[in-house]
Each structure stands twice: as structure tokens, then as C-alpha cells.
């Protein structure tokens, strides 16, 4: 009895924390000020509230990675990690990605288009693009026109400071993404020295997911996570609406 009673102790003693690891979500984070960022080693942002806020209900742990978008979206795609966030769906990423409904996020501000101000660009409609080259984020999606234009000679970097530098410098022409993750990258002077938006800009109503990997041993937790945001709206602590 004695014996049973050590290895029934043995057991618990090296199996819980076997059980406990087995509920701890490994998360993508790439950096999108001021939604997300990493400032003295530690995570900030109103999307990692959201994640953390989501799991902690799911009674999940999590542990963060930090990597560009392109790399993030690779781990997830590959199993290196379980979940990513602030991903718009396609058809093209739901192959390798299960998209957590509901979006946590419901984003109404447009996609606008920034150009130097010295240079004078005039783009008021999306062939104005063509001949130009166009800065977007490695492995990122805007909206299908653009995407799936062949004729806008796109140029890929692997975050939106590089696009904000390349600009500046006058290695590409013009970038698109959103007002409000561009003005922390820059400063007030400069911005309104040396950049100007151009008038055509994408302005509809897109969601934002979060996303498990297919490839993750713990992708069935996607539909726990799924249950999360749902009652979360539901009562009021999470607004899918960002104005």
C-alpha cells in the first residue's frame, strides 16, 4: 500500500504541470502602436487587454511572442504558435487559419494613403496607383481591389515604422494603413511638415479576428475562445466597435 500511495504521489507530482502547459496559448504579437506594443519587457495596448482579457475567461494562460507580422503570421500558419491577432479574413488564409468568430473588432476608420507632400501625388481613385510604388506590410491584406490588383507594383517591408523610413526617404511613393497607427511612429512636426494623405482612401467597415493555428494540438479550444468574445460583447466589457 505504502508503494502504491508513493507512486500514486509521483504521478500527480510530474503530471500536473504537464496538464497545466497543455492550457497555455502561445500568441503571436507583432507590434501596432497604439494598439499593441512592448515598452521595458512589457506587453501594452488595448489588443493585448483584449486577448488577455479573453483567455483569462477561457481559464487559459498565455505567453507572448514577439515578431514581425510576416513571421507571426508564419508561425501561426505553421504551428510554431497556437493564435494571432487583428487578422481580416480571406479565403486564402482560412486554408491554414480558423478564424475565431465573432470579430473581436469591427474597424470603421478607412485605410487612407500616404504620400511626402514635396513629391505632389495626386491619387483620387485606385488606378492612380499604377506606376507608383506602394509600401504595404509583408503578408498583410487591405481590401480585395487592392489586393488583387496585379498592375500597383507593390513593395513588401516587415513593419509600418520601415514603411513610415522608406517614405521619408523616398524609397517608395505612397503606403496605405490607418491614421491611427502612423501617428505614434512619427512626430507631430514632421507629420504635418512633410506628409500628406491623399484624397482616395478604403472606407468600409472590416473585421478584425483572432485566429487559431489548424496545425496547433490545442486548436479545439477555438470554439471555447469563440464562446469568450461572444459573451463578452454580450455583456458590455468588450466593444467590437472602434470609431
Known amino acids: 500500500m505504502k508503494h502504491i500511495l508513493i507512486l500514486f504521489s ?15 496559448l502561445k500568441v503571436a504579437m507583432f507590434i501596432e ?30 505567453e507572448f511572442i514577439h515578431c514581425p507580422f510576416a513571421r507571426c503570421l508564419s508561425m501561426v500558419k505553421n504551428g510554431q504558435a497556437d493564435i494571432m491577432m487583428g487578422l481580416l479574413k480571406s479565403t486564402e488564409r482560412e486554408k491554414d487559419l480558423i478564424f475565431i468568430e465573432p470579430p473581436y473588432l469591427m474597424q470603421h476608420k478607412p485605410l487612407r ?15 492612380d496607383l499604377e506606376g507608383l510604388f506602394v509600401g504595404t506590410l509583408r503578408g498583410g491584406a487591405y481590401f480585395k481591389d487592392f489586393d488583387e490588383n496585379k498592375a500597383i507594383k507593390k513593395i513588401e517591408v516587415t513593419s509600418r515604422k520601415q514603411l513610415v523610413k522608406m517614405l521619408l526617404k523616398g524609397h517608395i511613393d505612397t503606403f496605405l494603413e ?58 458590455g466589457k468588450l466593444n467590437p466597435i472602434r470609431q
Open 10 to 24: 509521483l504521478f500527480y507530482l510530474f503530471s500536473v504541470p504537464g496538464q497545466a502547459s497543455e492550457q497555455q
Open 33 to 62: 502602436p497604439p494598439f499593441v506594443d512592448f515598452i521595458a519587457d512589457e506587453w501594452l495596448g488595448e489588443n493585448v487587454e483584449i486577448i488577455k482579457q479573453v483567455t483569462s475567461a477561457a481559464g487559459l494562460t498565455t
Open 113 to 127: 494613403f500616404f504620400t511626402l507632400t514635396s513629391r505632389k501625388i495626386t491619387i483620387n481613385q485606385l488606378s
Open 178 to 235: 490607418r491614421e491611427e497607427t502612423i501617428r505614434p511612429l512619427i512626430s507631430l512636426q514632421e507629420f504635418q511638415q512633410k506628409i500628406s494623405l491623399a484624397n482616395y482612401q478604403f472606407n468600409q467597415p472590416v473585421g478584425s479576428y483572432i485566429v487559431f493555428s489548424k496545425k496547433s494540438s490545442k486548436r479545439e479550444l477555438a470554439n471555447l475562445l469563440s464562446e469568450q468574445i461572444s459573451l463578452a460583447i454580450k455583456a
